[in-house]
């Protein structure tokens, strides 16, 4: 018998190492060509990794968790044949497919770049087969509560968008592995949940799980920015009562084309009129070197959640973007950070943040600085309140803003004077489009 190499691949654009996220072998499992035997993360993408022979896995080099240097050896498997062992690297493309298309291709391409967190699983060849040919080979596969069941990134995202526990799903490819067929038979039965839910009984299991891949990244990020960043927060009531009433009068003129407008592209061009006042918001802090980059564009990160975790896609050169090209842009953008097709040049670069949970958004909150930026714009819910006019109480719409500053760098004076101005320009609308 003989022995096979594979090695980490080069995922391209200057990567020299990437985050073991997940193995769908063990040694001793019998693996096929073009079988996917682990994924492997890189910024915010993960690349599944095929085998390029036939035979059985012998070791494995890594961990879940690990970082596996480009080129370092990452298992071996036994093939036929006598020889020295050959080692090869297996190729990883980088352009990731539609979602609709993905669902379709995922199990027959070698390597396929998908949301961050997203987990995915081996290849199976009876995933292309018809529905009737494996309704026969069908057979339960018993899970503990916390398995996770084996399933392409294609086929977990399918059961995310359906509501569907794939914990439920009898799986039909190797070792139980779940395919797209078998959830069109899970949805054409109408299953439920196979284990009907408990009464008021005693939980005592534990479960642990190992932080990796995108949440390992969100993290650091967070742990980087709240270990070196002296926050100050500033918060401010804003009545957005006229605000509201054009957002809703604009909203009823909209061409067909042009998306339905929030409150976030009239914060976007409040910004920008007053970070033309005060540039020193308009920055990054190189806190080694010292140095602070004032920008003339102003790139705003837009905080956006997503399956795969927090993403902050990036808004380039709002200064130049009116109000329905800032919303269009906003539209595109959060829609390719939730399916994973967002570039890496989307995902980065930005000079300040905007922060909104929409209508979780509560009274108060206490934003975390996008390092090495020194400021973010925290957005929380409008309700209506009384406020009192000097004569009698009157409902008012009312939002506060909650924005944190990086205090080596942004006075307490200077970010109040920042928060004002926008608090002004939200509250007469009409000066967001008065240039000059």
């Known amino acids: 018998m003989g022995e096979f190499i594979i090695k ?133 596969v018993p899970r503990e509560p916390a398995e996770r069941p084996l399933a392409s990134p294609a086929v977990r995202l399918r059961a995310q968008e359906a509501g569907i526990d794939l914990r439920q799903v009898t799986g039909t490819g190797p070792a139980g592995r779940i395919g797209h067929d078998d959830l069109d038979q899970f949805l054409a039965r109408g299953a439920q949940p196979a284990i009907a839910p408990a009464g008021l009984a005693r939980k005592t299991a534990t479960e642990e799980i190992k932080v990796t891949g995108m949440r390992r990244r969100i993290a650091e990020k967070m742990r980087l920015s709240a270990s070196r960043i002296p926050h100050i927060t500033y918060v401010e009531e804003v009545d957005v009562t006229d605000l509201e009433d054009l957002r809703a009068t604009m909203n009823e003129a909209r061409k067909p084309d042009q998306p339905k407008l929030t409150i976030l592209p009239f914060l976007m061009r409040a910004m920008v009129r007053t970070l033309a006042e005060q540039p020193d918001v308009n920055a990054t802090f190189d806190d080694d070197a010292g140095i602070v980059t004032r920008y003339g564009a102003v790139h705003i990160g837009i905080a956006t959640q997503t399956p795969a975790g927090l993403i902050v896609p990036v808004v380039r050169h709002a200064e130049a973007r009116s109000i329905w090209d800032s919303a269009i842009e906003l539209t595109r953008l959060a829609e390719a950070a939730r399916n994973g097709t967002a570039a890496r040049e989307e995902l980065s670069g930005s000079t300040i943040t905007i922060t909104s949970l929409g209508a979780l958004g509560g009274i108060v909150t206490t934003p975390i600085i996008n390092h090495p930026e020194v400021a973010i714009v925290g957005v929380n819910k409008i309700a209506v309140r009384p406020v009192w006019d000097g004569t009698q109480f009157v409902p008012r719409k009312i939002m506060n803003l909650s924005s944190s500053f990086d205090h080596r760098i942004v006075d307490g004076w200077n970010a109040a004077i920042f928060v004002q101005r926008i608090k002004t320009l939200l509250e007469t609308p009409a000066l967001i489009f008065i240039e000059g």
């Not at 915010?44 to 050896?73: H, M, N």
């Open 8 to 140: 980490m691949p080069d995922v391209g654009e200057g990567v020299a190492e990437a985050e073991l996220v997940e193995w769908h072998v063990k040694p001793g499992d019998p693996v096929r060509e073009d079988m996917v035997l682990a994924a492997v993360m890189t910024d915010k993408a993960t690349v599944e990794i095929p085998s390029p022979v036939e035979g059985t896995v012998l070791w494995l080099g890594a961990e879940v968790g690990d970082t596996v240097a480009v080129k370092a050896p990452l298992l071996r498997i036994e093939i036929a044949g006598e020889g020295e062992p050959v080692a090869a690297e297996v190729p990883a493309a980088t352009e990731p497919a539609p979602k609709a298309e993905a669902r379709e291709r995922a199990s027959a391409e070698p390597i396929k770049q998908q949301p961050a967190a997203v987990a995915p699983a081996s290849a199976a060849p009876t995933e292309t087969m018809a529905p009737e040919a494996r309704k026969p080979t069908e057979r339960p």
